[in-house]
């Protein structure tokens, strides 16, 4: 249904005109199929997105052209600067962002230089050493929830994966290292998943006005009281020198949450749903917990936390493939797609915690390569091996098909996860 002709020709000339991206509740249920369908075409495809996006842009599907796309420096992300300069007006439709300005200037939407200097003042608070200097905590709230889960589940009745494990570990993490204090922490989960849900613009902007007033009043608190935080730590480097302005705080420690939290739940989510679809991978890891951090990769890889693509815009032409890319456009660079290139992965669509699935896209490549990975990994390992290790009967309570996946373009995740524990 990708073929908007006969189905015949895979040229260029075909190629450059845009077929609809089918972002409907099929593509929710199984995006897998639709991009095998786009990767059969070729490694770039021009797409339109329906109704109410209703802008037009490139979809790179294949694992080659897609790592390339990511190290391309003609590829930019700041659509602040992109909408201003050069994105074409015919193609981009409503393409805007629904945020308020005070959380667009962090660095994934940025450019060098100022990627360069706000990903400089983040990267040291996220090394390996210092991440895993976190191990125990770590350790310690996984072992309170599971404690909480194993008491909710001791009677038989189902407990739902999500809501008493795979969402509150990352968000108390991250709170926890920016230094949001437990009471504020509801409400930061709400205002999340509202603007990571698609539709409504007009709620998006009322939960991102309100945690845009929420990030400032909490700056003003520490610099008042500073703490051990790094919240505090990052009020501190933009009081000492010029290098941070207000709205480039308020926009990192916007970035910090909501990537910190709304990606890793779907990474213990979505790999547990994995696993527990795939016994005999299950047993082959319980048997062996040695094979965990392969184990974890191929989950990013199988069926990482990320949806239809990371967003990008031409400064000039770019050639992907056979197609020349023209400036002012928008790419679209679907990891989960390069990650099931049977080219790269033989037989992508088998579960094998063996696997070598380093060099996978989950987290990205280049210089936007993802900076909280190692803390996403530790929270991962230590989740995966405690559960698998406390819970040795874990099942499903629910049947395959009755799996709902939440209708968002940007993050792939169930809403619930019911399991039984004993
Ligand atoms: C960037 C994935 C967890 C913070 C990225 C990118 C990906 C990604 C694909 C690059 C996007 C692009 O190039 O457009 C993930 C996944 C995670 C995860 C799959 C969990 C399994 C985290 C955590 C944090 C975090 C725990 C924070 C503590 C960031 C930040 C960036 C980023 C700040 C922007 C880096 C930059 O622009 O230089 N992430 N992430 N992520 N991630 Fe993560």
């Known amino acids: 249904t990708m073929e ?76 602040r600067v992109a909408l201003r300069q050069y994105l074409d007006p015919e193609q981009i439709g409503e393409f805007d962002s629904a945020f308020v300005e005070a959380l667009q200037a962090h660095m994934l939407s940025s450019d060098p230089p100022d990627h360069t200097r706000l990903r400089k003042l983040v990267n040291k608070a996220f090394t390996s050493r210092r991440v895993e200097a976190l191990r125990p905590r770590v350790e310690a709230i996984t072992e309170e929830l599971l404690d909480e889960m194993a008491r909710r589940g001791a009677d038989g009745e189902p407990v739902d994966l999500i809501d008493a494990f795979a ?29 990571m849900t698609d539709g409504g613009e007009d709620s998006d902007r009322t939960a991102s006005y309100a945690m845009a007033g929420y990030l400032r009043q909490l700056i003003a608190a520490k610099r008042a009281n500073p703490g051990e935080d790094l919240l505090t730590g990052l009020v501190q480097a933009r009081d000492d020198g010029d290098r941070l302005e207000e709205n480039e705080l308020i926009a990192m420690a916007f970035l910090l949450l909501l990537a910190g939290h709304e990606t890793t739940v779907n990474l213990i989510g979505n ?20 094979l965990m951090g392969g184990a974890i990769e191929e989950l990013l890889r199988y069926d ?108 792939r995740g169930v809403e619930h996860l019911p399991v039984r524990i004993f």
């Open 4 to 79: 908007p002709t006969a189905g015949t020709s895979t040229g260029a000339t075909t190629r450059a005109s845009s077929v609809p991206l089918p972002l409907d509740a099929g593509f929710f249920q199984d995006p897998q199929a639709v991009y095998a369908a786009l990767r059969e075409e070729g490694p770039v495809r021009k797409v339109v997105l329906p109704e109410a996006k209703g802008w037009q842009a490139w979809i790179v599907t294949r694992y080659d052209e897609a790592r390339a796309a990511l190290a391309d420096p003609r590829l930019l992300k700041n659509d």
């Open 167 to 195: 969402s509150p570990l990352p968000m108390t993490v991250i709170c926890e290292l920016l230094g949001v204090p437990q009471n504020d922490r509801a409400d930061f989960r709400g205002w999340c998943t509202v603007v």
């Open 271 to 290: 790999g547990m749903l994995a696993l527990l679809r795939n016994p005999g991978q299950l047993d082959r890891l319980r048997a062996d917990l040695s």
């Open 304 to 411: 990482g936390p990320l949806n239809l693509a990371t967003t990008r815009f031409t400064s000039e032409p770019v050639r992907v493939g056979d197609v020349e890319i023209p400036r002012g456009q928008i790419v679209l660079v679907s990891l989960a797609s390069a990650n099931h290139d049977e080219h790269r992965f033989p037989d992508a669509g088998r579960l094998d915690v063996t696997r070598r699935s380093s060099g996978h896209l989950g987290f990205g490549h280049g210089i936007h390569y993802c900076v909280g990975a190692p803390l996403a990994r530790l929270e991962a390992e230590v989740a995966f091996t405690r559960i698998l290790t406390r819970f040795p009967n874990l099942s499903l309570a629910l049947e395959p098909h009755e799996v709902r996946w939440r209708q968002s373009t940007l993050i």
